[in-house]
């Protein structure tokens, strides 16, 4: 059974502190993305990382994909209230020719003013 | 248009009901997906159809029947469904059936089985 384990579970921080969120596998992974979900909503898309080492940022959060694609981190810099969420990871791998979305259990994230 | 459109937002359902929840993309995605989501949990895949083909089945009753009607239809017939079934249904598109690579998620339905 492949697993993708996501900590912390919850984060309750103040604004303007920072952040880091883990995925972590022992399974590789073609690509790995990053969602953020609020109450009532579907996911929405954050960003893809697909090639071993790669860093991409998006204003003040940074997402890292490990070396060895197993392993992935989303880091928010001076969290703010706007930010508060659940963030999940999926890592995507293949099995017989089909694709398949390994999700992380999610962070729940708050940010107080 | 980068929305997938979900309806009814809200639904509430008896055991012996019969009802179908919608789900539609104009993006000319070739995938889409149903997901099931629990309260503080993530989702978990129920469905994929690819080129209006069901390609995954992950084992759900068969009080949950999908049909893509076209590209740009999904919908999830539900029939003698149980309490425990009660949870967000999402439906998502992507370009095609890369795993749901840049996957773009509709609202969802808020599903309450009395």
């Known amino acids: 059974t492949q697993l993708l384990e996501q900590s912390p579970q919850f984060l309750s921080i103040q604004e303007g502190e920072n952040l880091t969120v883990y995925c972590n596998s022992s399974s590789v992974f073609s690509s790995l993305q990053w969602y953020r979900q609020e109450p009532g909503e579907g996911p929405v898309l954050l960003v893809t990382v697909v090639t071993g080492g790669e860093v991409k940022k998006l204003k003040r959060l940074t997402f890292q994909f490990g070396d060895a694609r197993k392993d992935s981190s989303l880091h928010i810099t001076a969290a703010q209230p706007g930010d508060t969420g659940l963030y999940l990871c999926?890592?995507?791998?293949?099995?017989?020719?089909?694709?398949?979305?390994?999700w992380g259990a999610g962070t729940k994230l708050i940010i107080k003013p | 248009d980068t929305e997938v459109t979900q309806t009814p937002k809200h639904l509430v359902m008896g055991m012996t009901n019969k009802k179908s929840l919608k789900c539609e993309q104009h993006m000319g995605h070739r995938a889409m997906y149903w997901y099931k989501q629990k309260a503080k949990k993530p989702p978990e895949l129920m469905f994929v159809?690819?080129?209006?083909?069901?390609?995954i089945n992950e084992s759900v009753p068969s009080r949950f029947s999908p049909e893509c009607p076209n590209s740009s239809l999904l919908n999830l017939h539900l029939h003698a469904l149980q309490p425990e079934d009660s949870a967000l249904y999402l439906c998502a598109s992507s370009q095609d059936h890369r795993g749901t690579a840049e996957a773009f998620f509709g609202q969802g339905t808020r599903l309450t089985v009395v």
């Open positions: 159809y690819s080129y209006e083909k069901l390609s």
């Open positions: 999926a890592g995507e791998t293949v099995a017989d020719s089909n694709y398949q979305l390994i």
